[in-house]
C-alpha cells in the first residue's frame, strides 16, 4: 500500500491490529479524554491563522472545545468522536452563587467553578451521600439509558466518519466508569466505607450502575451496526502512585462487573469493536488484570506516574494493547517546557511505543488552559518528523 492510499479510518485500523501503517495515528478532540481545553484552544486557532469562532464545549466539566473541521484538516488529525447526546427534554440546572458557577448534571451531582479565574469544575455535592441502605437505594430514579435523546443522528454521524469521510470515531459513553459513577453519587469517603463496612449496598449501587451502562451499549451498538471501531470506557482505579483500592477489592468488586460489561459489548457489537479503556495513574501492575477482563486500547498513558515507563510498557505489553496517548507530558513539559524539550520528550514516546503499530498519538490527557500554542506546534512537527514509519 503506498502512501497515497492510506486513509485516516484505514490508518487507524492497521495500528489498532498492531501492524505498521504509513504513519503514527493522530488525535486531537476525538474523546472527552482526548482533547483541548477552549482557553488552549482559542489560542491555537490564532496561532494557526483561523478566522475566530463561537466555541462549541464539548465537555463541560473540563471546558473542552469540539475541535472544528478546519483545525482537524489542518492538523491532519485521523479519529473523530461521536458522544449521545443529552435526555430529551432535560435541562441542567446551571447558577451563580457565593463566587461560584454552579451546576446540576443528570445524575444529581453538583459541580461549582470559581468565577474568578476557573478552569474547570469540581464535585461539591452527591446526591446519594444520605442514602445508605439498599431499601432506600432501590427508590432512587437514575438517569434513563434509553432515553431517544442520547441516540439522535449518532447512526447517521457513524456511517459519513467511516464510510464517507474514512476517517475512524470513538463511540462515547454514556456515563463515567462504573466505580467513577459510585463515588461520585455517593462521594468518594462514603463509597469507600461501603466497600468494606456496607457491602450489600456497595455491591446494589455498582450494580445499577453496570446495568445502566449495558442497556445504552446495546441500543447504541444496535444502531451503529458495523460503523464502530472503537468504543471508549474508563474507571480511575489509580492515583500517581499506586491504586486508590487495594488489589484484592478491585479483584472481587470491579473486575467482575468490567468483565461482564465489556464481554456485552462484544456479544452486541457487529464487528470486531476495540475497548478503549481510560485510567490515569501507575496503572502498569494493574495492566494484566484489565488485558484479562477485555480491554484493548489503555489510554491515557500517564508518563509521570509512578513506574509507567514507555518503554517498559511496550515490551511487556504491547502484543496486547494499543496505547493511545503518551506521546508528551501533559503536566511540566508541555505547558513549561521549551519547543525542544516537547520535541525531544515527542521522539523519546515514538521510539518507545510505536514499532510494530499499536500506538496512537495524544497527550497525556487533555491539553490544558495554560499549553502555549507553540508547544502543541513543536508536538505536532514532531510527530510528522519522528512518527513516519519506513
Not at 111 to 121: A, H, I, M, S, T
Not at 179 to 202: C, H, I, K, Q
Not at 310 to 315: A, G, N, S
Amino acid at each position: 500500500m503506498t502512501q497515497t492510499t492510506w486513509t485516516s479510518r484505514k490508518r487507524v485500523e492497521t495500528t489498532l491490529n498492531h501492524r505498521e501503517p504509513d504513519r503514527v495515528p493522530f488525535d486531537l478532540g476525538g474523546s472527552i479524554l482526548t482533547g483541548i481545553h477552549e482557553h488552549a484552544y482559542r489560542r491555537l486557532r490564532a496561532h494557526l491563522g483561523l478566522p475566530p469562532r463561537d466555541l462549541v464545549i464539548e465537555d463541560a466539566f473540563q471546558r473542552l472545545a469540539k475541535v472544528d473541521e478546519d483545525v482537524k484538516q489542518r492538523l491532519d488529525v485521523d479519529v473523530y468522536g461521536i458522544n449521545p447526546g443529552p435526555p430529551r427534554g432535560f435541562q441542567m440546572p446551571q447558577w451563580s452563587e457565593d463566587g461560584y458557577d454552579k451546576f446540576r448534571d443528570e445524575w444529581g451531582i453538583e459541580w461549582w467553578r470559581p468565577l474568578d479565574g476557573g478552569f474547570y469544575y469540581d464535585m461539591r455535592a452527591h446526591p446519594l451521600a444520605n442514602v445508605e441502605t439498599v431499601q432506600q437505594l432501590a427508590k432512587v430514579e437514575f438517569p434513563d439509558p434509553l432515553d431517544p435523546g442520547r441516540y439522535d443522528g449518532v447512526a447517521q454521524q457513524a456511517d459519513e466518519l467511516m464510510n464517507h469521510k474514512q476517517v475512524a470515531y470513538i463511540l462515547g459513553r454514556n456515563a463515567p466508569g462504573i466505580l467513577e459513577v459510585a463515588l461520585w453519587t455517593r462521594g468518594s469517603e462514603n463509597f469507600y466505607v461501603d466497600m468494606l463496612a456496607n457491602r450489600p449496598f456497595a455491591e446494589a449501587l455498582l450494580d445499577i450502575v453496570l446495568e445502566n451502562k449495558m442497556k445504552y451499549w446495546a441500543r447504541i451498538l444496535e444502531l451503529v451496526g458495523p460503523n464502530v471501531m472503537m468504543i471508549s470506557e474508563a474507571d480511575d482505579l489509580c492515583t500517581q502512585q499506586g491504586m486508590l483500592i487495594s488489589p484484592d477489592l478491585y479483584r472481587d468488586l470491579i473486575k467482575p462487573r468490567h468483565t461482564k460489561l465489556f464481554e456485552h459489548i462484544r456479544k452486541h457489537a457487529a464487528t470486531d469493536v476495540k475497548i478503549f479503556y481510560h485510567c490515569c495513574g501507575a496503572v502498569m501492575d494493574l495492566l494484566p488484570d484489565l488485558i484479562e477482563s477485555g480491554i484493548d486500547v489503555l489510554n491515557p498513558v500517564q508518563v509521570s506516574a509512578l513506574g509507567m515507563d514507555t518503554k517498559e510498557l511496550k515490551c511487556r505489553f504491547g502484543r496486547d494493547l494499543t496505547f493511545y496517548g503518551g506521546g508528551v507530558d501533559t503536566q511540566r513539559i508541555l505547558p513549561r517546557g521549551t519547543p525542544q524539550q516537547v520535541r525531544d520528550e515527542v521522539h523519546r514516546r515514538i521510539e518507545d511505543l510505536a514499532p510494530g503499530g499499536g500506538f496512537i498519538f495524544n497527550t497525556v490527557h487533555n491539553i490544558q488552559a495554560d499549553v502555549p500554542p507553540e508547544n502543541i506546534m513543536a508536538m505536532w512537527e514532531a510527530l510528522r518528523d519522528y512518527g513516519l514509519y519506513s
